[in-house]
């Protein structure tokens, strides 16, 4: 009986999640106006940090700020209860915020203030709740008083001096200084450690010239304390003489006794550390050791983090900033000198504290709707997390039937006015806490329309066009567009209504001009707002300026002739050299061109017309070179045009080197154009003979210059002069040049590893360039191991252009690299590649496939996942076939065609929309989890119908035939009806020209499909609009206009004014 129990509880719990339909969260724009009005439950916009240390000598100020609607009032808590702000003199509040000021210009004590304060901000909505704000203040101790006794030490022994600082809050930043204020200098041999001792890895004679004084600076004072100072005294084998010291032999010539590497700091073979994630790792080792030790550092088990490692202290401190997860592990570090070398071993564990998944955010929601709040963070250990609303643990608060707890989400059905609250969530461990304010605001609100009332929008034919539409209410309206009053929606072909309220026109005809209604309704009421469009022609030049050389002293002359919209007002402006051009004396522009008498030097540049309209604009530019006049000839040499340069002459060779060659050249004539840039071409006789390629160019006042090659190729150049008129012929090839072989610089490109089978891996790569081999007898040298293994690299050389390595496990990632070589050596390695072993099969099905909602072209589908496991290879999609079935139109005749869909998606609960959907029709469909290469077993099978919809427009709509008074209209019902048809609906108006009549509207019953109107005279003609009607409405409009007579003949606007002006009408 209680198992049965069980069973029946499990299904009726199943039922609900069927059932469960969550809404989409409200945006609330921000818009003033909507603000106003609306009621919503209280937001922390700013507060103090957790940890907040003041400095003693200012005023404290601890912030708290929140936004809401009615304002919201401020309270605080101090040391976990309330605090009573009236009755200390010394704390004020801001107005109209919750910032605490603490003064002591009276008198008092900042540390009586010391504590632990928490801000609440409450509406008549909820509560919200600021984080703890733990104050200290500042302070900086003294140094106690202590008589120090000369250090003794023997010369080539280490030795650590204590520094002890008091403890400071926060801690002081210390360093070594002499008597006289002087920094002690730090080396190898000699640095403070992450504590502030002073370390000695040997001490020398020298040393004892100094005293050495530890200094402490705290941060928020800026004063800096002083220990009284060490005095050394070190003794010496042989007397010390301070003349005689230097860098290759720092003792001197005495015999000092050398000793192997031993760590002063840590202590022992191995100790461990415990850093936070995203914090920084300080790792320290200090040896003692004559000669000087040398320090270096290794992670076991794996290689130091590159990117995030910096070592510093002369190698002594390591440091690992942002640590993550993967930085846990055990590092060595190592001391060496020549008489040996010693290890210590720091185990690091690597914990967290509470950082978010999932934070909750802000969820406002209409009556009857339903939504979640979700609360997921991770640490180490993992965080507990603690639900309360308005500011009290949940458990304790009032209850609310439509709220549901479970886990870390809170689940919303059905609510009502009332419901609104602020929830908060604390994610806490032992290393510290998150806590998050999300309210729940339950609003209802008629639709407003936000943006300009009866806006004129301007726009270029044929150009994309989107009409905004902003809008808001509670529940979230739905919206439609409708043109000049017309039609059942705008949404389709030539339209698209995006959710926002933005209509967007493909491509803007003349046809598409007129006004524009989008109405915004909801249970509560409807709103509307107007956009009117207007369509017109581009802007362009139809005559552009065009390159050319003149004579000094001549006259040019750019044309420049446009065409745009007449009911735009437009612009013509030129520039020089993209600066604008100041017509004056001299410099004339009219409507279709620009002159430019006596031109000069200065004239010499690009000229650019521009048309510009308040929405296009379209530009064009021409180069004018001035020429030198002729000295000679000038009646024969003006009359003569630029034209293009003569070749290059006399190419010699120069300068060989192993991959360059000086090329020099003699230029020919420029033709009265001056020559702006040689190109230089190549041929080489090994690969491709015959072919001369681009090599580079250089500017027109160069003929001798230094190429750069590529070794064992045997070239061949030549050289093309080139002007404002074009290019020249190219020159005669030079004498051919040889470069000697070297080893490969290229590394091959494309690597990557592929399995074509289940049990292997194709290792495969693009070849080198011809001109990228360098030597003769070119091959590949490929390595592969398995990833995160350390064992040995295989590898193989080969000719080819692929590898194949068998007998792999399935999907395993490989590291792969790869090397070219030839004859004269190896070139560069690449940088390692994942490449993966082949797929197999997916032996698992997604389950529990089944539909939350359907409408007439859309279905909700939800499923249980696959383990990742099972995928046997890269999880490429959830791939859904379906099919449909049937029509719920008796008689509907249609052809069946097997259809896919693939949902890329990892998450737990997965789910997605079907759409493109026949309204009006059964369905089924399974679903299967694919890798790249196979797909897995079916799912079960699920059959769901979709609801009614608006019909396609008839299959065909024309006028069969026309006496003088009347005309006949026959159709056929829709392909697709997408429903039980009930009938027919014709709208229809006269028009003459852009005029058009009043619209009247006939209906008919489904089987009607013809209809004859009589016309009041002959010369009326009209625009019919049909569509067909189910239940749900109007369908797709089949639009046509009425037919001319006989003796009647329709003449379009060009045709019109090619007559016009051939009979000068």
């Known amino acids: ?382 965080p507990s997390i603690q639900w309360l609303v308005n500011g009290l643990p949940i458990d304790s608060s009032v209850p609310d039937p439509s709220r549901q707890m479970m886990g870390d989400t809170i689940i919303f059905r059905s609510v009502q006015m009332g419901s609104s609250a602020v929830y908060q969530c604390n994610a806490s461990n032992q290393h510290g806490y998150l806590l998050a304010n999300a309210f729940v605001s339950v609003i209802d609100m008629r639709p407003r329309m936000l943006g300009p009332k009866n806006q004129l929008i301007k726009v270029i034919e044929n150009n994309r066009t989107f009409l905004d539409c902003p809008f808001f209410g509670s529940p979230f309206p739905e919206l439609r567009w409708f043109k000049n009053g017309q039609g059942s929606g705008l949404d389709g072909g030539q339209y698209r209504a995006y959710m926002n309220g933005t209509l967007e026109i493909k491509r803007a005809r003349a046809e598409d001009e007129g006004t524009y209604t989008c109405v915004a309704s909801s249970i509560l009421g409807m709103a509307e707002n107007q956009v009117r469009l207007e369509v017109k022609e581009p802007s362009r030049i139809v005559r552009a300026p065009e390159h050319q050389s003149a004579i000094r002293g001549s006259t040019a002359r750019f044309d420049c002739k446009v065409k745009f919209d007449p009911s735009l007002p437009v612009t013509v402006a030129w520039t020089k050299d993209d600066k604008p051009i100041y017509l004056g004396w001299r410099l004339r522009k009219d409507e279709e061109s620009l002159t430019i008498p006596n031109i000069n030097e200065g004239d010499e540049g690009i000229y650019t017309c521009t048309v510009k309209t308040e929405i296009d604009q379209d530009s064009a530019s021409a180069r004018l070179t001035v020429l030198e006049e002729a000295s000679l000839n000038p009646s024969v040499s003006s009359a003569l045009p630029p034209d293009r340069p003569d070749p290059p002459m006399d190419l010699e060779l120069s300068d060989p080197a192993a991959r360059s060659v000086r090329l020099t050249w003699i230029p020919g004539n420029d033709h009265r154009s001056p020559v702006t840039e040689f190109l230089v071409q190549f041929e080489e006789d090994r690969w491709e003979p015959g072919r001369w390629q681009d090599l580079a160019t250089y500017p027109g006042d160069l003929n001798s210059v230094i190429l750069q090659l590529t070794p064992f190729v045997n070239y061949q150049f030549r050289v093309i002069s080139i002007n404002a008129v074009g290019h020249s012929e190219p020159s005669h090839p030079s004498p051919k040049y040889q470069t000697s072989s070297a080893a490969p610089d290229v590394i091959p490109r494309g690597l990557r590893g592929w399995g074509s089978e289940k049990d292997n891996m194709e290792v495969t790569w693009e070849p080198l360039l011809d001109l990228e081999k360098n030597g003769p007898n070119l091959h590949y040298c490929v390595w592969w191991r398995r990833k995160d293994s350390d064992g040995e690299w295989n590898n193989v050389t080969i000719i080819g252009l692929k590898h194949v390595v068998r007998n792999t496990e399935t999907y395993v990632p490989y590291e792969i690299k790869i090397q070219a070589r030839n004859e004269l050596g190896a070139g560069p390695e690449s940088n390692v590649v994942i490449g993966y072993s082949g797929e197999d099969k997916p032996t698992s099905a997604p389950t529990e496939l089944h539909v939350s909602k359907v409408d007439s072209s859309k279905a909700n589908i939800q499923w249980k996942p696959v383990d990742q496991v099972s995928v046997r290879g890269e999880f490429k999609e959830y791939r859904l076939y379906y099919w449909r079935e049937s029509s719920h139109v008796p008689g509907l005749v249609f052809r069946k065609e097997n259809k896919t869909k693939g949902f890329y998606t990892t998450v737990a609960e997965p789910s997605a929309i079907l759409s493109d959907l026949v309204p009006f029709s059964r369905y089924k469909m399974f679903m299967v989890a694919a890798n790249n290469r196979y797909e897995g077993p079916p799912s079960n099978t699920v059959e769901f119908s979709t609801k009614e919809g608006v019909p396609d427009a008839p299959s065909f709509f024309r006028i069969k035939r026309r006496g003088f008074d009347s005309i006949h209209l026959e159709w056929d019902k829709p392909l697709e009806p997408n429903g039980l048809l009930i009938g027919y609906q014709l709208k229809y108006q006269t028009a003459n020209g852009s005029r058009q009549g009043r619209p009247r509207l006939e209906t008919f019953l489904p089987n009607v499909t013809e209809f004859t109107l009589r016309l009041p005279d002959r010369s009326t003609r009209y625009n019919f609009y049909l569509s067909a009607l189910t239940q749900v409405g109007a369908g797709e409009i089949f639009a046509e206009e009425s037919p001319f007579f006989a003796n009647e003949a329709y003449i379009d606007q060009e045709s019109w004014r090619q007559i016009s002006s051939f009979y000068n009408v």
């Open 1 to 382: 009986m209680m198992m049965q129990g069980r069973q029946l509880a499990l299904a009726l719990m199943l039922l609900h999640l069927l059932l469960w339909h969550e809404s989409v969260t409200i945006e609330v724009p921000q818009d003033p106006k909507i603000l106003a009005d609306l009621r919503q439950p209280p937001t922390i916009t700013k507060q103090s940090v957790k940890d907040y240390i003041v400095d003693p000598r200012d005023n404290i100020i601890i912030e708290c700020e929140a936004k809401g609607n009615p304002v919201p009032t401020f309270s605080w808590r101090r040391n976990g209860k309330f605090f009573n702000i009236g009755k200390d003199p010394r704390v004020t509040m801001r107005k109209r915020s919750g910032t605490l000021e603490i003064g002591f210009r009276n008198g008092g004590r900042p540390e009586d203030y010391e504590g632990e304060y928490q801000c609440f901000s409450g509406n008549d909505h909820g509560l919200a709740m600021s984080n703890k704000i733990l104050l200290r203040v500042s302070k900086a101790p003294l140094w106690p008083k202590e008589v120090l006794e000369p250090v003794v030490v023997t010369e080539g022994s280490s030795l650590v001096l204590p520094c002890n600082p008091p403890p400071g809050l926060p801690p002081p930043f210390t360093f070594w200084m002499n008597s006289m204020m002087s920094p002690i200098p730090q080396d190898k041999r000699v640095s403070k450690g992450l504590n502030g001792d002073l370390y000695f890895s040997n001490v020398m004679a020298q040393d004892a010239q100094n005293d050495f004084s530890c200094s402490a600076r705290f941060l928020f004072t800026h004063t800096i304390q002083q220990k009284n100072p060490f005095t050394l005294k070190v003794f010496t084998n042989d007397p010390y003489n301070d003349t005689s010291y230097n860098d290759s032999d720092p003792y001197g010539g005495r015999k000092v006794v050398e000793s192997t590497p031993t760590f002063l700091s840590p202590l022992g073979s191995e100790s461990a550390k415990m850093v936070l994630r995203d914090e920084q790792l300080l790792l320290e080792c200090i040896a003692a050791g004559l000669p000087t030790p040398t320090t270096k550092w290794f992670k076991k088990g794996g290689d130091l983090p590159g990117r995030k490692v910096k070592f510093e202290n002369y190698n002594k401190t390591m440091k690992i900033i942002n640590v993550s997860e993967e930085d846990a592990g055990e590092y060595v570090c190592m001391a060496n000198n020549h008489l040996g070398s010693i290890r210590h071993s720091i185990f690091v564990q690597v914990k967290a504290a509470p950082y978010w998944l999932d934070k909750p955010t802000n969820l406002v929601l209409a009556p009857e709707e339903n939504g979640r709040l979700v609360c997921r963070a991770n640490g180490n250990p993992k």
